[in-house]
């Protein structure tokens, strides 16, 4: 006695679902590498650079009328953002001017004045926000510093002109560039980072304004319990243990500024 079966196997519909995504997105990301790539070709060809530019550094400075002027650095690899590399910089020399210029000299000065101390690797291109005259002032520091071999540009916003050291005409690249549509990523993310740290100053800033006229709290407990929790928010739903720790006081006096805090956010 013979039977023969015949056995079919199908994929659940979920998990063929999920291989589809997965294929979906290894094939986009295949074609973003791909993109990149041809970005970077493009710049190398365009600004005339002896390399790929496969690390490039962006710099933006945000400000509010002169107050809490700030500096960001970020870091593309391969295209890409590689946010393990970003800094940002409270800018120093102003005395609360408004002066673009000196706080880019300032940000870029440090930058690689640490990174000759630590000899770190530098940029393959650096990228400044603005034009003529920011692309000038990161050119003076870098010269000062022996870095001239290091390639710079200027990206302005609003035609997307890109300005290089020594030539008086800008470059314009089609918008459907692949070159431009990466330096269009530094630069707006170099401004998203900049933009972002000033407004956690100007927030703290504010917080501390409001910590310091509640009993109990001066402007030293106010600095350090906004370096502990970093907000308002945060203060509000901790512990009074915490609060009492922090602050250096006692648990009843602790007990009453979480009270306090708690009444000025149900305000809000």
Not at 58 to 81: C, K, N, W, Y
Not at 94 to 117: H, I
Not at 125 to 146: F, M, N, P, T, Y
């Amino acid at each position: 006695l013979s039977r023969s079966f015949s056995l079919s196997l199908t994929l659940p519909e979920e998990e063929a679902e999920k291989k589809a995504s997965r294929m979906a997105t290894a094939n986009a990301e295949q074609a973003l590498q791909i993109s990149h790539l041809d970005g970077l070709v493009e710049l190398k060809s365009v600004l005339e650079l002896s390399d790929l530019p496969l690390r490039i550094e962006g710099f933006d400075i945000a400000h509010l009328e002169g107050t809490h002027t700030v500096a960001s650095m970020v870091s593309f690899f391969q295209g890409r953002p590689d946010k393990e590399a970003y800094r940002r910089y409270k800018i120093r020399s102003l005395d609360g001017k408004v002066d673009d210029y000196e706080a880019m000299r300032e940000v870029v000065a440090r930058r690689y004045t640490r990174l000759l101390a630590e000899e770190g690797t530098l940029p393959d291109l650096i990228v400044i926000d603005g034009g003529k005259g920011q692309l000038e002032s990161a050119r003076g520091v870098l010269a000062g510093l022996e870095l001239k071999a290091v390639p710079l540009i200027g990206l302005a916003k609003r035609e997307e002109e890109i300005f290089l050291p020594g030539r008086p005409a800008s470059l314009k690249l089609p918008h459907t560039s692949p070159a431009l549509r990466i330096l269009v990523a530094v630069r707006d993310e170099s401004h998203r980072f900049a933009t972002g740290f000033h407004k956690l100053l100007r927030d703290r800033e504010a917080s501390a304004s409001v910590l310091e006229k509640i009993k109990g709290i001066g402007e030293k407990k106010a600095r350090l319990l906004l370096l502990k929790f970093g907000s308002l928010e945060a203060l509000g739903r901790a512990d009074v243990e915490a609060i009492a720790r922090t602050a250096r006081v006692k648990d009843e006096i602790a007990r009453g500024i979480l009270s306090r805090i708690q009444e000025l956010l149900g305000e809000r």
